[in-house]
């Protein structure tokens, strides 16, 4: 059996310092107003100004080319500003998609000209992305899809369906993965592409999924006859499954797997301190320990996408044990505190018990499901 080995990352001294100077602009900008803090802010905390000024501190697209607006700082640097912004539930939803992996796709992927086009905007935080993949009639099996682009002149046509679309109403494009070649019943995965379609182009129309909560973040999108020009092609044509799996890794490996319900966690250590309540204290501190296990995991991970390594396996894993421990943070404080959690009360526990309760069924599905990631790690790890 394969070995999965990831390196212990600890900070320098520049980093701490760096960290502290985050944490300090977050926390002056909260007092400020200009934010309210809340549980699973990456995906429903749309705040388009907040990510200008986000874009405007450099900390959006940090790990890339300054040619491309980028600031060239690592990854781990990347990985501070992320977990601080997680930390203190910042609405960083509007860029979190065109930050954490559309970019990295046309960095690796794109042509000059979508770089050029399409980066600047992405870290000035005034272009947004949503990833179209999965469908309706596909499932969890991917490689089962059936929407399809045409070749035309100038470009193609493309018609089909994608839902769970995360901020589809928000963007302002999305990066389909479709079959621009008919199936091979011998390789299911050939003959798939990645388009960019305008996600204003006609034809382009979005149906929100609404959450428990009443909020709307999850879509359906449906593309009739729309025209994509030839240039909106990511890399080769046929290329698009391996290009789409490349994706996956930037999407699973982050604190964001770990962290959507930190603000919680928080609170409720706050409250058993306040309580003197020494069994609620063994029970939070346990939740405290695992999340110091998959962030070490996690860190890892970033310090391998540095080196330019594959991460597909360790990425799997976090995805899988982080949505699993962010839901138990939910849990584990629903029976340590006794309340009535309210995504209107005036209580900051109350509210955060709401908005974690009401948005983890969503945990397991986004990133891919649970059955999908355990069965992409065993097949890794039993791997010759």
Not at 85 to 104: E, K, M, N, S
Not at 136 to 150: H, M, T, V, Y
Request: hydrophobic share 35%.
């Amino acid at each position: 059996m394969n070995k999965l080995e990831l390196p212990v990352v600890e900070f320098t001294t520049e980093q701490m310092e760096f960290r502290k100077e985050v944490r300090t602009f977050l926390e002056n900008e909260r007092a400020k107003g200009t934010f309210e803090s809340k549980c699973d802010s990456w995906l429903s905390g749309y705040d388009t100004e907040f990510s200008k000024k986000i874009g405007s501190k450099g900390w959006i697209g940090m790990t890339w080319p300054r040619k491309y607006g980028g600031s060239e700082k690592s990854a781990i640097e990347r990985y501070i500003v992320i977990e601080e912004l997680l930390a203190i539930g910042a609405p960083v939803a509007a860029h979190w998609f065109a930050d954490r992996q559309t970019g990295p796709l046309f960095l690796r992927f794109g042509t000059e000209k979508q770089k050029q086009f399409f980066l600047p905007k992405i870290t000035e935080g005034s272009c947004y992305f949503s990833i179209g993949l999965s469908e309706p009639n596909s499932g969890s099996d991917l490689a089962s899809i059936s929407s399809k682009a045409e070749k035309t002149e100038g470009g193609w046509i493309l018609n089909g369906a994608k839902t769970w679309t995360s901020g589809a109403q928000h963007s302002h494009y999305m990066v389909v993965l479709c079959r621009t070649s008919p199936k091979d019943t011998n390789n299911r995965h050939d003959g798939m592409s990645q388009l960019i379609v305008d996600l204003k182009s006609p034809g382009v129309s979005i149906r929100p999924i609404q959450f428990l909560t009443g909020e709307e973040h999850f879509n359906e999108v449906f593309f009739e006859n729309v025209f994509v020009p030839e240039g909106n092609l990511v890399g080769k044509e046929g290329n698009g499954w391996k290009q789409s799996m490349a994706e996956l890794a930037y999407e699973r490996s982050g604190p964001e797997r770990i962290l959507s319900t930190y603000p919680l966690l928080e609170e409720l250590v706050k409250i058993v301190r306040e309580n003197k309540d020494i069994q609620g204290m063994k029970e939070a501190m346990k939740l405290v320990a695992r999340l110091n296990s998959y962030r070490l995991m996690s860190i890892g991970i970033a310090q391998y996408l540095e080196e330019g390594r594959d991460v597909a396996i360790a990425a799997a894993l976090v995805k899988d044990l982080g949505t699993k421990f962010e839901k138990s943070i939910a849990e584990t404080a629903r029976l340590i505190i006794s309340s009535t959690p309210s995504v209107h009360s005036v209580k900051q526990f109350e509210k955060y018990l709401a908005q974690s309760i009401l948005h983890s069924p969503g945990f397991t599905l986004r990133g891919g499901t649970t059955e999908i990631l355990r069965g992409i790690v065993t097949k890794g790890m039993i791997a010759g």
